[in-house]
């Protein structure tokens, strides 16, 4: 008996110096949300040429329903950082091609399914953990501010040609910062969005429209983030490169 008592005080001793008593709130904070589901959709419906199958999507509407469901009974807040992280970038994407379908087929731009007085990322469509709020709310008001890491431009899908290529996975807390990484030099080298030529650097109209997120240095960041060849190219020439911005497609990214 003794010894169980002295066990039970140890036990409650270190919960003491370990901040605080076992509680349920402590228990949710180390929760994952389940993005299987969602992950086995975008390998199942992605594209060889990094478009979507909005048509395969719809077909399997329920599925992406359902995993809609799951995101929308989660309580994000008692999430990891990382964890919390990737669940709001899911759910963004998640969203958009949910956004998509409502009008599919027929939508030949996203900006076809806003109106004369409201674009579609001001619908309030997205329902999480009892609330109602728009793709924008997700963008502006939690995934920039909160985490202030520019390399989620890479990874939220705005469903247009310009846009960075929806990963053919779902982002998890375990691996978002590599798989931000990756979302990010894949964009980087991608010729269709950022390219080299001479001293010109044409880069993607995100970089203007958040130049406040790169800190206002474009050739800074792509120095940071830019695989090799790319990267030694760019400091040789960082006193004398301009950069210039290319139109953006909005055009759906996918059939």
């Not at 731009?109 to 109106?115: A, E, H, Q, R, W």
């Not at 990963?167 to 010729?191: I, M, V, W």
Request: glycine share 6%; aromatic share 14%; hydrophobic share 40%.
């Amino acid at each position: 008996m003794k010894r169980i008592q002295y066990l039970s005080l140890h036990l409650i001793a270190v919960f003491i110096v370990a901040g605080g008593f076992f509680t349920p709130e402590t228990a949710w904070s180390m929760e994952t949300v389940d993005h299987s589901l969602f992950d086995s959709l975008l390998k199942q419906h992605f594209l060889p040429d990094g478009n979507v199958d909005y048509q395969g999507f719809q077909k399997d509407e329920a599925r992406l329903d359902s995993y809609l469901t799951v995101l929308e009974q989660a309580a994000p807040d008692t999430l990891s950082r990382n964890e919390k992280f990737a669940f709001y970038i899911n759910a963004y994407n998640a969203w958009t091609i949910k956004l998509i379908l409502s009008g599919y087929p027929g939508v030949e731009s996203i900006k076809d399914l806003g109106s004369f007085f409201s674009s579609p990322w001001k619908k309030k469509i997205v329902r999480i953990n009892g609330k109602v709020m728009t793709l924008d709310d997700i963008e502006h008001a939690i995934l920039r501010p909160e985490f202030k890491d520019p390399r989620v431009h890479f990874a939220i899908n705005c469903a247009s040609k310009s846009c960075p290529v929806l990963r053919p996975e779902a982002y998890t807390g375990s691996r978002l910062d590599s798989q931000l990484d990756d979302a990010t030099g894949n964009f980087l080298h991608d010729p269709q969005h950022n390219y080299l030529k001479g001293n010109d650097l044409y880069v993607s109209s995100i970089f203007k429209w958040f130049g406040e997120d790169f800190q206002n240095d474009i050739v800074g960041f792509f120095i940071r983030h830019a695989r090799e060849k790319l990267r030694s190219d760019l400091i040789g020439k960082k006193q004398s490169i301009k950069v210039r911005y290319l139109d953006y497609d909005w055009s759906l990214n996918g059939k």
